[in-house]
């Protein structure tokens, strides 16, 4: 078996208008499970970017620990990169961001990644709204260590070992509205007509820009007691929550229409549902989209498309008024003003 990616490329590939052909914003052959949703994603953000025009080299990849976290390893072979601890994504993304703003930053984060041992870490970029795009592929279990409930997991829900999920679950994309995100989106992973316009939209915001997608886990999420499994979504269609299944053979796909509610049949018969928001939702309003995403998850269905947006704002560099220029341009004249400048400091403090 190899792991390398066949050099072919079809000749008449068209071009965006930077002259690369969409092969050129890949990356490495992916080695997650046949059928995972990551990677679906990971070719939404190499159409997002091809489609945008985006200069590889001028993109910053970022990622913790986790399924999710390889995946930068995936898309824009071209681009920086940095693979943190479990967690402290955020606090990385910020330290680059503050030394060149002139970066796009993209960091890719699990539910596990960032709601539980990095909800520390990602509540405070949220709330000091840094420049970048924070992706969360959301499965609701630890893929990587076999598959445990993690924060996004419905309570009630059993995991593959056998343990019962005894806690509610942690709603992201609610949790960054309250925090004061200036763009927040839902997708899933199937539904590629849907999630590359997001992540465009997503890259173009300034400010932290949310999109929690669901990405199902084709093997840890089949077990009897699972919220996720076959048999518990045949008796409990009504409520099924935020993550979903697809069978470990392939994945699911969906396309539907804005304001439609989409029932997606599995290979088995059973059914997720998914309600995508109307073309006429305003999301400037910020309590109508709080109040959105709960009514949704009361009724057991996952609200996709741009919950909220706010580009009425500052954001870090803005409120911390920092340096313009990258702070490996700036020369000695600029860092070492003088003993008068160092002076007059002084004396303004007194």
Partial sequence: MTYVRSTFRHPALPKNDLGYTVDYYEGSLSTLCAGCGHDSINAAIVEACWQLNIEPHKVAKLSGIGCSSKSPAYFLANSHGFNSVHGRMPSVATGANLANRDLIYFGVSGDGDTASIGMGQFVHVVRRNLNMVYLVMNNGCYGLTKGQDSAT???????????????????????????????????????????????????????????????????????????KSYDYVREHVEVTG??????????????????????????????????????????????????????????????????????????????LKTSTAPLNSLGKDRLCPGGDELRKLNASLR
Wanted: hydrophobic share 40%.
């Fill in 153 to 227: 997991a419905d309570a009630g829900s059993k995991s593959k070992a056998g343990s019962v999920n005894l806690f509610e679950a942690i709603d992201l994309a609610g949790l960054a509205i309250e925090l004061g995100a200036t763009f927040v989106a839902q997708s899933f992973s199937g539904d590629k007509d849907q999630l590359i316009p997001l992540i465009k939209a997503a890259m173009k915001h300034k400010g932290f820009a949310l999109l929690n997608v669901i990405s199902p886990c084709v093997t840890f999420n089949n077990n009897e007691g699972s919220t």
């Fill in 242 to 319: 935020t993550v979903d299944f697809v069978p470990l053979e392939r994945e699911i796909k969906t396309h539907y229409e804005a304001g439609s509610i989409q029932d997606l049949t599995m290979h088995d018969g059973t059914t997720i549902r998914l309600n995508k928001l109307a073309k006429d939702w305003d999301p400037a309003d910020r309590m109508s989209a709080v109040n959105a995403i709960h009514n949704a998850r009361s009724r057991g269905e996952i609200l996709t498309g741009l919950l909220y947006i706010n580009e009425d704002h500052d954001d870090l560099h803005g409120l």
